[in-house]
């Protein structure tokens, strides 16, 4: 069976181990959630990201963040959707939270935050927002 959503699958179960307290969790392995990963990685909102080898699949294992007992990530949301596709130019992108937060973009040059989209003044499709 097919997946319509995986980064909402990939978000949902990123929301619901830091509901759970889990230290870490495994989801299947793609090349675009392997670069959420790594992007949410850089900006300081998981702890580290790694590829799993195993049959009958490579897994990626995620290991969340957490300051003095509380999740990194309060807040994370699907902009984009399959039904309703958000797009924007490099001007029309928003800092997420007044800049506490970040958004996911996915740009011609790849997936990028917010603010290194703007700095590289490219648009693309918003993914994401986290905070």
Known sequence: MSMTDPIADLLARIRNAYLAKHDRLDVPISKLKTEVCQ??????????????????????RIFLKYSEGEPVIRHIERVSKPGRR???RSDELRPVLNGLGVGI??????????????????????????W
């Not at 300081?44 to 897994?59: F, I, K, M, T």
Request: proline residues 4%; contains cysteine; glycine residues 8%.
């Open 105 to 130: 973009v996915s740009t011609p040059q790849g997936l990028l935050s917010d603010s290194e989209a703007r700095e590289r003044r490219v648009g693309g499709e918003v993914l994401c927002e986290v």
């Open 86 to 88: 958000v797009y924007m």
């Open 39 to 60: 992007l949410l990685k850089r900006e300081g909102y998981l702890e580290a990201v790694e590829v799993v080898e195993r049959e009958p699949r490579r897994l990626l």
